[in-house]
């Protein structure tokens, strides 16, 4: 099992839709990132969390750090949001990044 | 100020052959990662250099090799090369060992033929 998943792996979404991508992590953590790729490959960070909840545009992510949970969620959702968007936690034992394998968001005008 | 930049973008090798990736960290920074993504997956942790020493090192065998210089720019090495090599290799800088936040350079694209 990873130690990092994500759900769905997949998203089709009309423009307009609220959209909320799910992370859940088994290992004790420092931080999580909330981080897009797009397909030419390069990586932008989103967010960094270690509690509570960020907000940044139409961007939203929450951790509860109890239940080992993030979500990021995407209001208002445009086609330029289509990328894959990936939860990496950087874990407390070495202190390095565990990435998931990331969720595939399309959005169709 | 100029992020973190990569070369060559894409190559192609054969099996057995030798690779060397480049990575120009963002100015100011002085760790540098190093990440393996095969496609579909997300990306793993290959090594990272901090000062020009190694700190820190995944799950991938002796071939795997790095570097990291003065002006804090680093190599990624890989010889003997096989079919599953065959990846977009990141590097992300940060600006000291204890930051959080890394900040990704574009890629290259390795094939293996």
């Known amino acids: 099992k990873n130690e990092v998943e994500q759900s769905p792996q997949n998203l089709t979404a009309q423009e307009g839709e609220f959209i909320t991508i799910n992370c859940s992590y088994s290992?004790?953590?420092?931080?999580l990132h909330w981080l897009q790729q797009h397909p030419g490959g390069g990586i932008v960070s989103l967010f960094m969390?270690?509690?509570g909840k960020k907000k940044h545009g139409r961007l939203i992510a929450t951790i509860n750090i109890q239940e080992k949970h993030s979500s990021l969620h995407i209001t208002a959702s445009h086609p330029r949001d289509s990328a894959v968007y990936i939860c990496a936690v950087r874990s407390l034992k070495t202190d390095k990044l565990i990435f998931g394998t990331g969720t595939r968001l399309q959005v169709f005008p | 100020e100029t992020g973190v930049t990569q070369s060559p973008t894409h190559l192609i090798k054969t099996r057995g052959q030798q690779v060397t990736l480049r990575c120009s960290s963002q100015?100011?920074?002085?760790?540098v990662s190093w990440y393996q993504q095969a496609l579909g997956q997300g990306p793993q942790f290959i090594f990272q250099y901090y000062r020009e020493e190694e700190n820190g090192r995944g799950n991938f065998p002796p071939r795997f090799s790095g570097l990291q210089f003065p002006n804090y720019s680093s190599e990624l090495n890989v010889n003997a090369l096989e079919l599953d090599d065959s990846a977009l290799y990141l590097c992300a800088s940060s600006p000291e060992l204890a930051a959080s936040e890394q900040f990704f350079g574009p890629g290259t694209r390795l094939t293996v033929l």
């Open positions: 969390l270690s509690s």
């Open positions: 100015s100011g920074h002085n760790t």
């Open positions: 290992v004790g953590i420092s931080a």
